[in-house]
């Protein structure tokens, strides 16, 4: 089962984020900006782990 592209409610609209949908047992990710370009498909389970390191903080110093 392949779900409607959903961007975060918290993106604010203003089109910077990217979007998600559920293709079988992985996950599909794109940039809002440009839906005809790539798409990142993982597995479910890496892209739940994703989530949560990112609600617990844990890629919050990626950039430094």
């Known amino acids: ?3 409607e592209w959903q961007k ?6 203003s089109g910077n984020c990217v979007e998600q949908r ?8 794109r940039d809002s900006k440009n839906p005809e370009g790539a798409i990142l498909t993982v ?15 844990e890629l919050d110093n990626l950039a430094d």
């Not at 975060?8 to 609209?13: E, F």
């Not at 559920?22 to 990710?29: A, F, S, Y």
């Open 22 to 29: 559920r293709n079988g047992l992985h996950r599909q990710i």
């Open 43 to 57: 597995r479910a389970s890496a892209y739940a782990a994703l989530i949560e390191a990112a609600q617990d903080g």
């Open 1 to 3: 089962m392949i779900t």
């Open 8 to 13: 975060s409610k918290k993106s604010g609209g």
